[in-house]
Structure formats: structure tokens, C-alpha cells
């Protein structure tokens, strides 16, 4: 039984209309502000990869991202960010290269979107909770982000490990 | 292969051909439900044209009565080229201007409204230059721009319902340095039932720029130029637009009421 289920799961998968699926996240990211634009969508049958994605947000240019890689299992769903380049704005307040960011959600915890962002500023984890929408935030700053991005570091509280936390309701 | 077999791989394939179909019509069916086009942002030209405010105090108050129509703004006397203007301080309808003589630069005069200088009599005040009168000709002496910045540097205080005169050095030098702006000043949105509807100041650090700009903590801005701040990209427009912003009308909520604070940037 369980073989028919992963057979299943599989088959749905590989026929599943992900660019649309992916559509549709766009039209419901659209309200909140957030659009993506001049992607390349190609399906992998298994997975979704998105190229050369621009990033708004609140119509500010905010983000050039190199790859993405949006996989769907249900149970458990990942989106991978590769090469993030922030623009001219947000570049003012972190440093602009961020090699990568994995987005997961599975059903082990399903009241939280947890990620792991790696950049030049350094690294941090992030949890959004779905019921109470809030997204907090555990920075572990470089050098470089302590050292040119002192003002922004200010805007978060520091605990006694050096870590920096940041919380924002959505 | 015998009977039993062959009905068992005959299930099996059955059982995979029924996955398949299920499969196919659920992406058909989630084909039909779901959007065929993204979304893209298509970027409107944002324009900001220039701003003139118009005061009515100023027709009513002139700040200084000038007689006589004819203002040259050429140095056409020897006297006068022989002047340099190195400082200034006005107000409503009063002042006064720092002269010297561009020989002795250091051996400097005080000349009040109405008050004579080497026979040139002091008459109007403006933001970079003083009218001097001489006869029936006027004539326009600028302010130094060295001393005009060094005035800007020493932030002449801010009084209210005239308009605060910026350097546009100083602002541009400043608008590189994000992250100073950003320990001088703290700004968080204000929104009413999901919309924005201005920046609340919620502090200034004393003897910065932000200090002498007549902003206090807790003011709410709502407008610049008399556009309402609707999104982040109109406050980052302005910003962005600084260099070409010759005047700007800030609108900010005070106590629940509507304050005007205006500046001009030379």
C-alpha cells in the first residue's frame, strides 16, 4: 500500500501544472505587494526551477535571484534560492550578496515556514509562524555586517552569545 | 506464465493505468482552476514636477516694503564689486547681513534693514543675497558659497511658517550615507486597516541634520509636495529624486493636527 501511495504521490507530481501553481502563488503574493517578475520557468516534472527572477516589493526593486528550485511533496515542500543579489535599496541596509536560502515547510510542523539564509552578512534563521504571523529572526552577523551595517544591526536586540533577534508581525 | 500470474500483472498494470488516470485528471482539473498567466510589474514612470508652494502670508506681510520697481542683479558700481556679503541672518521683517570689503575680507561690518554701508543702504534680505540700494539703482549682492555652506553647517534655527533654507550639498552628501541617516533618525509606518497612511517619527538624535528640520518626535508624515505617502515607493521616490527637489512642503500630523513645515534647498 504504501508503494501505491509514493507511486501515487509521484504520478500527481509529475503531472501536476506547477508553472500554473506557481501563477497562482504570484497572483496571491501580488496583494501583499511582493511581485515576481522576467522569470524563466522551466518544469522539471518533479520540480519547479525558476531563472533570473526579479524581485519587488512594494514596487521597490529589492532583489535579483539567480535560481530557485520550488519542490512540492505535500508533505513535505522546499524552495531553494541560489545567487541573491539585493538591489540599490536594500543594499543600503545588509550587504548585497546572499548565496543561499532554503525555505522549508512540511506537515512535522505545520503552524511554521522555517528557512536558513547564508549571505555576506552572515547567517540566519528564520521562523514564520502562520498562526500568530510573525516572523522571527536569528542573525548570526559576519564582519562585514558589523563592521559597515552597525546601523542597521541596532534596529535588533543582542542577546549575551552575540546573537542578533528580530521580530516583525505580517 | 500461468493463469494466476497473468491476473496478478493484469491487476498490477490496471492498478498503475488507474494511477495514472487519476493523476492526469487532477493536473487537468487543477489546470482548469488555476491561473494560465503570472504576474509582472510594470514600472509607471514616476514624475515629480516642481513644487511651488503658494502662501498667502507673504501677499498680505511682505516681509520688507521695497519702493521703487527697478532690482539689478548685475554689480554695474565699482563700490559694490569691491563688497563681498559673507553671512546673513533673516527674518519676517527684520535681519541683518555680515559685509566686508573684498581688500580687507577680515575687517568685517554689521549692516541692519534701513542701515547704510560705503553709501549703500540695506533694503531686503533674501535667502543667499541682500538688496542694497544706492540712489535710484538696487543692486543683488550674493552670498559666498563658501560662506553659504559654512551658514548651512551651523543649522540657523527653525522658525515656524517660514521656509527652513537647506544646502543641497550638504542634502546630497548626506542621502549617500543611508546608514547615517538611519542612526540619526527612526521611522516606522503608520497604518489604518492594512493601509498606509504615513511615517511616525519615533526619534531624532539631537544635534544631527533631522535635529533642526522643526520635526519632533512623534510626528506622523503624511504628505511631501502635497502628495500623500501611500507606499514605501513614494517616500523612496523623493528620496531618490532629492537632487532635482527644489522646495519641499512636508505635511506632518502634530497632536491630531495638521502642521505645515516647508524648506527650500540651494
Avoid: C
Avoid at chain 2, 502670508?57 to 563681498?84: F, R, T, W
Wanted: hydrophobic residues 40%; positive net charge.
Amino acid at each position: 500500500m504504501i508503494g501505491y501511495g509514493v507511486l501515487t504521490l509521484v504520478t500527481v507530481l509529475y503531472f501536476l501544472p506547477k508553472a500554473n501553481l506557481y501563477y497562482k502563488l504570484e497572483h496571491e503574493l501580488q496583494p501583499q505587494g511582493i511581485i515576481i517578475h522576467n522569470e524563466h520557468i522551466d518544469d522539471k516534472r518533479l520540480w519547479l526551477e525558476i531563472l533570473d527572477a526579479e524581485l519587488y516589493v512594494q514596487k521597490i526593486e529589492s532583489m535579483h535571484i539567480h535560481r530557485a528550485n520550488i519542490m512540492l511533496f505535500g508533505l513535505y515542500n522546499t524552495i531553494d534560492l541560489e545567487q541573491i543579489t539585493l538591489a540599490s535599496t536594500p543594499g543600503q541596509f545588509v550587504p548585497k550578496n546572499i548565496q543561499s536560502a532554503q525555505f522549508r515547510y512540511g506537515l512535522y510542523d505545520p503552524l511554521n515556514i522555517n528557512a536558513t539564509v547564508l549571505g555576506d552578512f552572515g547567517k540566519a534563521e528564520i521562523r514564520l509562524n502562520l498562526y500568530d504571523r510573525i516572523m522571527t529572526a536569528n542573525v548570526e552577523a559576519s564582519k562585514l555586517m558589523k563592521s559597515k551595517f552597525s546601523a542597521t544591526l541596532k534596529n535588533l536586540t543582542r542577546d549575551k552569545k552575540g546573537v542578533y533577534h528580530y521580530e516583525y508581525s505580517f | 506464465m500461468n493463469i494466476a500470474s497473468k491476473v496478478w500483472a493484469v491487476s498490477i498494470l490496471t492498478r498503475l493505468i488507474v494511477i495514472i488516470i487519476i493523476a492526469k485528471v487532477l493536473g487537468l482539473l487543477f489546470l482548469w482552476a488555476l491561473p494560465n498567466e503570472g504576474v509582472d510589474f510594470y514600472e509607471q514612470k514616476r514624475m515629480l514636477p516642481p513644487y511651488h508652494p503658494y502662501t498667502v502670508g507673504a501677499i498680505i506681510e511682505p516681509a520688507v516694503i521695497i519702493k521703487g520697481s527697478k532690482v539689478d542683479v548685475q554689480y554695474l558700481d565699482a563700490g559694490i564689486n569691491s563688497m563681498i556679503l559673507k553671512g546673513l541672518y533673516r527674518k519676517k521683517e527684520s535681519g541683518y547681513i555680515i559685509l566686508a570689503m573684498k581688500a580687507k575680507p577680515k575687517a568685517t561690518e554689521i549692516l541692519g534693514i534701513g542701515e547704510s554701508y560705503n553709501g549703500y543702504k540695506l533694503v531686503q534680505i533674501k535667502p543667499s543675497s541682500a538688496i542694497l540700494e544706492r540712489g535710484s539703482l538696487r543692486y543683488t549682492l550674493e552670498l559666498l558659497i563658501n560662506d553659504l555652506q559654512a551658514l548651512r553647517k551651523r543649522h540657523a534655527p527653525f522658525i515656524e511658517g517660514e521656509p527652513y533654507q537647506m544646502s543641497r550639498t550638504e542634502i546630497q552628501e548626506y542621502a549617500k550615507n543611508f546608514g547615517q541617516i538611519l542612526e540619526d533618525i527612526n521611522i516606522i509606518e503608520v497604518k489604518n486597516r492594512g493601509k498606509l497612511k504615513g511615517f511616525k517619527i519615533t526619534r531624532i538624535r539631537p544635534n544631527t541634520p533631522f535635529s533642526y528640520l522643526g520635526l519632533l518626535k512623534g510626528d506622523v508624515i503624511i504628505k511631501v509636495n502635497n502628495e500623500p505617502l501611500k507606499s514605501y515607493a513614494d517616500a523612496l521616490n523623493i528620496y531618490q529624486n532629492i537632487h532635482n527637489i527644489k522646495e519641499i512642503e512636508l505635511i506632518v500630523l502634530r497632536d491630531n493636527k495638521e502642521k505645515e513645515l516647508r524648506y527650500e534647498i540651494h
